[in-house]
């Protein structure tokens, strides 16, 4: 009797004792049915009723035998069992031994080929006695793009899904599985490239011939019109290239002695990797090539090169394009020692905007550099010199300010909102990767990568539709909201008499600046602020004058009336500092610094009581002021509480001199200008340290000691802020003696969310939390980036003309790039649907193709699969001429922008 009385499902047979756990329904079989039920399912795995529990069976032992070479239940006249009849299959759900039988008929294929009509890919084509069955293939394969796992990890998942108890172990078979892997990968990226539909096969290969290519960048032959050279000039920066370079050091490869020539790649330089002999030899022959040091910040990428002691292979140099994040053919090359990168041949492209982290100097002795290479890679120079070379938006804040504007996607015409940072949301999928290739060979880990390149490039071709529509839905809004915003601004402007020539003069400065860098930056400011040393000079130039004229305002032997002022500064300055110091103690500090800390704090207050007695031959009043201070109710005991009692903190009705209150509005406004520089100067040391510690920090050594750098960079940003909000304290006491002042307007209230670097490196900074953040291309940064004017009556208005004309050109640059984002994504969307198109006609031209020799039955297969690729093709271009149905009215309205929004403008507010 069976397990619970029951019969076979099939047949009645009672001794129904088997079940398979791969089928639906959890039915019983007998022996028999269970075999003749599987023979299309012979690796679903089964169970046997022992008569008190089920325990692990297989089919083989019941006798099952896969016939290969011919259709299943068919009976082969000249069977050959496999050798020791120990045949083993890698399948989805494990790993099995099996027993097959090969054909050898008159005209039974070789044993590889039975194998793979079978559904299974053998692990050699001499005698197989390993395969993998294709759907496991393709299983590891999607699964290592999304989840980047490793090879062993999901091999090792499969033995558990066999034998979860270990013990029942089967034959090891990883290796093997490694070779399939590796070449089911170079098979299937060559049958995508249409090789085994042209005469020229396999070995006609042309270098970066199996790459997926970007269908909405510019391809010469494919997705532009056949006039697009000869197109009015005003219309050519529409077919221009968006480039972006970048390194990754963290795709590196260990030094495990496995050369590339007991490695080699398969398939070298077909896909994104290049050649990597040639390539290897131009590395040797320059490796001694020393890179100038930088005239910017001091950038790792120049100035330093990482440890590559343990490895191979310290990264990877790329090229992509700057707009869709595709990697280009032929653009990816191992490093050996800091970032080299080797030239793409774009010769046939007549304008090629480069995105690269350190542009400002890595263009510079470019042509140089590239006419001691072999001629092979050399480019004209005249086409280098037409090169556009910018900075990353996200990379732009760690840059000198002259380069801030200088190589700012921002502000250059023609590249619309591009902010040239697609690698890092590219490194940001394949780092995962990377702890499982730094530990392959040579060839197999470029092979690897060149995979996962090109499913990450695929993606981007099948959500290219619903990509471009949502950037073209949010451009045309911005479009219509900034060039609004902008007509306004030129109009208020224009509309005082005096303002409508300057308006003019910067709109040509601007535009000769578009046409030649070398001229005059509209976009730096060009007028410095007065700083506190420079007042100091002009006080003492101004004491100096008066005591040769007889006029000098000096009641002390050591301290002139600007000193005494000046001086005070100094002491409130010292005293925050000496609080912060204090503060960072904490619990655990050692006797050496707090015994530092408390010789300062005893240094200051002797300082603070010296000059408390020059103070009182100028304020007299201080002397009643002070001995409120110190009546014994009162608890001072810090030096940095005791109050200096400055012009600007001296209450009414106590009497002060207004010159001592004029010589302080002086320097309380240079000290504010000089703290928003230093605030300035530490938020973008801070972008450039987060940038460092997220793209190179790792381990624990290497984390802490970015961590306690920007912790110190932070401290910075934080005595600055007190600085200024001390500054604008004693400026508003002292408002009330200048009537008409504008000193709200000039020195806003500082805010802690003010206190924020240009570009969203604080997403970073607390607890982990990302915070939406918004760019300059949308306006929403913080006002210490904007240069103050000055309220020194003393000065003229060419503080706030330079502050005018910035502002101007940046309104002018945000909404021109803005329309020409709109212009740039109507562009790229004709060319997706002309790119797939093209590719369609070509994949229906293969549809009859038929290589010499083959049979009948290849030739079908060579057909459907053209005619798949062709049809795919089709329902892409069908699928996004749907999505983009809305289209007509986005064209409508970027036509009639300008005209609205100047019709806008122009309305009575």
């Known amino acids: 009797m069976g397990f619970d009385g029951r019969c076979c499902s099939l047949c009645t047979d009672p001794a129904a004792l088997y079940r ?29 009723w022992n008569g008190f529990c089920f325990e692990f069976s297989s089919l083989k032992s019941l006798g099952l035998v896969f016939q290969l070479g011919h259709p299943i239940g068919e009976i082969c006249s000249k069977p050959i069992p496999s050798p020791d009849n120990d045949f083993v299959v890698i399948h989805i759900n494990g790993i099995h031994e099996v027993s097959v039988n090969f054909c050898k008929c008159h005209d039974a294929p070789e044993r590889h080929i039975q194998v793979l009509r079978y559904g299974w890919f053998p692990a050699t084509t001499h005698h197989p006695r390993t395969a993998a069955s294709l759907a496991v293939l393709k299983h590891f394969q999607i699964h290592s793009f999304e989840s980047k796992c490793s090879a062993l990890e999901f091999y090792q998942a499969l033995v558990r899904l066999g034998d979860n108890t270990g013990i029942q172990p089967v034959r090891d078979r990883y290796r093997s599985f490694l070779v399939m892997i590796r070449e089911y990968r170079h098979i299937k990226s060559l049958k995508r490239a249409g090789r085994g539909h042209d005469e020229r096969g396999i070995v006609g290969t042309r270098p970066g011939e199996c790459a997926v290519l970007c269908p909405a960048c510019p391809q010469p032959g494919r997705n532009l019109p056949v006039d697009w050279k000869t197109r009015p000039a005003k219309e050519q920066w529409l077919y221009r290239l968006f480039l972006a370079i970048d390194a990754n050091f963290r795709l590196k490869r260990q030094d495990n002695k496995i050369s590339d020539s007991a490695d080699p790649s398969l398939g070298d330089g077909w896909s994104y990797f290049v050649e990597n002999e040639p390539y290897m030899e131009h590395l040797k022959q320059f490796s001694d090539q020393v890179q100038a040091k930088s005239t910017c910040s001091s950038h790792s990428a120049v100035n330093n090169s990482r440890l590559t002691d343990g490895l191979a292979t310290s990264g990877v140099g790329s090229v992509g394009c700057a707009r869709h994040d595709c990697m280009r053919p032929c653009s990816i090359g191992d490093l050996q020692k800091g970032e080299r ?22 263009w510079i002795n470019l042509i140089t550099r590239m006419l001691n290479y072999s001629q092979s890679i050399q480019m004209d120079e005249a086409k280098i010199n037409s090169f556009i070379y910018l900075v990353p938006k996200f990379h732009l804040p760690a840059h000198i300010s002259k380069c801030q504007t200088q190589y700012s996607f921002n502000f250059h015409q023609h590249v619309g909102r591009t902010d040239g940072e697609s690698p890092e949301r590219g490194w940001s999928q394949i780092n995962p990767i990377a702890l499982s290739t730094c530990e392959m060979g040579p060839g197999s880990r470029r092979n690897t990568l060149n995979d996962h390149f090109g499913d990450s490039n695929w993606k981007k071709n099948y959500t290219m539709g619903a990509t471009l529509l949502k950037r073209i839905r949010t451009a045309v809004v911005e479009s219509a909201e900034h060039t609004l915003l902008f007509h306004r601004y030129d109009l208020g402007l224009r509309a005082q008499k005096e303002m409508e020539k300057h308006v003019d003069l910067w709109s040509k400065e601007l535009m000769a600046w578009q046409q030649d860098r070398n001229q005059p930056n509209p976009f730096e400011i060009r007028v410095k602020k007065p700083t506190q040393d420079a007042v100091r000079r002009q006080l003492a ?52 610094q707090t015994g530092k800390v408390l010789k300062k704090g005893t240094n200051l207050y002797d300082r603070i009581n010296e000059w408390a007695e020059a103070q009182k031959r100028y304020i007299p009043s201080v002397t009643n002021l002070r001995q409120d201070e110190t009546h014994p109710g009162n608890t001072i005991t810090e030096p940095w509480e005791m109050p200096l009692f400055l012009p600007s903190s001296i209450p009414p009705p106590f009497p002060c001199d207004f010159r001592l209150q004029d010589i302080e509005w002086r320097l309380r406004s240079a000290q504010a200008y000089t703290a928003l520089d230093e605030l300035r100067r530490a938020l973008c040391l801070r972008s450039y340290l987060y940038i460092d510690k997220d793209r190179f920090a790792r381990g624990q050594n290497q984390n802490t000691r970015a961590c306690g750098t920007i912790q110190r960079t932070e401290a910075k940003v934080k005595a600055a802020a007190a600085k200024y909000r001390s500054a604008r304290v004693a400026i508003a006491s002292l408002s009330k003696f200048y009537e008409g002042s504008t000193w709200e307007k000039d020195f806003p209230e500082l805010q802690e969310g003010d206190v924020r670097a240009l570009q969203p490196e604080e997403d970073v900074m607390k607890k982990g939390r990302k915070k939406k953040s918004v760019s300059e291309g949308k306006r929403k940064v913080s006002w210490i980036w904007g240069v103050l004017g000055s309220t ?76 798949q690729q062709a049809t795919l093709r089709q329902e892409l271009i069908q699928a996004f001429q749907e999505m983009w149905n809305g289209m007509k009215k986005y064209r409508v309205h970027s036509s009639v922008v300008q005209k609205q929004t100047v019709e806008n403008a122009m309305r009575p507010q």
């Not at 010292?574 to 103690?585: A, E, I, N, P, V």
């Not at 004309?805 to 020409?820: D, M, N, P």
């Open 792 to 867: 020194d009556p003393k000065l003229d208005n060419k503080e706030l003309l330079d502050d005018l004309r910035v502002e101007w050109c940046k309104s002018h640059a945000r909404a021109k790039r803005w329309q020409e984002e709109v212009l740039l994504l109507q562009e790229e969307m004709r060319r997706v649907l002309m790119f797939f198109e093209t590719d369609e006609r070509i994949w229906k031209s293969r549809v009859n193709f038929k290589k010499e020799g083959s049979d009948k039955v290849t030739d079908e297969g060579v057909s459907a699969y053209a005619y």
């Open 20 to 48: 398979c756990k791969e089928c639906e329904g959890n039915e019983l079989f007998c022996k028999g049915c269970m075999v003749s039920s599987h023979k299309r399912n012979g690796l679903h795995r089964i169970e046997f």
């Open 541 to 592: 130039e101004e004491d100096r004058k008066a005591q040769l004229e007889g006029k000098a305002y000096s009641l002390h032997p050591s301290f002139t009336a600007s000193e005494l002022v000046a001086v005070g500064l100094e002491l409130e300055e010292q005293q925050r500092r000496l609080h912060l110091d204090t503060k960072s103690l904490g619990l655990h500090a050692t006797n050496d």
């Open 341 to 362: 990168l080797s030239q793409e041949e774009l010769q046939e492209l007549l304008d090629i905007i480069v995105s690269y982290d350190i542009a400002c100097q890595w």
